[in-house]
């Protein structure tokens, strides 16, 4: 069972940036396809980016478009999500999600989620 550890997340003021990292706990990030999704109470999971096992290829949603960078550090067993020019409405817990061998843009793409981190910006 791989468990995904997201951190990063905290209270941001508008326009501000925010980084956030997953790791797969006890696995090898590259084994993986991995996204990045965000939630807010009520809602489904809205797709935000991908990136493929060997970070050679990324995705990106409509949502925070041009605003979002997906990287991935293979050393560091890490994938990040940059979010620049943060919004009172981009305030939701954001997740990681990793699957072995799809890429998409749909929640139930993707096996494994992490538990989210909340990210909360003021006006």
């Known amino acids: 069972q791989v468990q995904l550890v997201e951190s990063g997340g905290g209270f941001v003021q508008t326009g501000g940036s925010l980084r956030l990292a997953c790791t797969p706990s006890?696995?090898?990030?590259?084994?993986?396809?991995m996204a990045w999704f965000r939630q807010t109470p009520g809602n489904e999971p809205e797709f935000l980016a991908s990136i493929t096992r060997p970070g050679t290829t990324t995705y990106y949603g409509d949502i925070l478009k041009g605003r979002l960078a997906i990287s991935r550090d293979v050393a560091k067993n890490t994938v990040y999500l940059q979010i620049d020019s943060l919004r009172p409405e981009d305030t939701a817990i954001y997740h990681c999600a990793a699957d072995p061998r799809q890429l998409g843009r749909r929640q139930v793409e993707y096996q494994y989620w992490g538990q989210g981190t909340q990210v909360t910006v003021s006006s």
């Open positions: 006890g696995r090898t990030a590259t084994t993986y396809h």
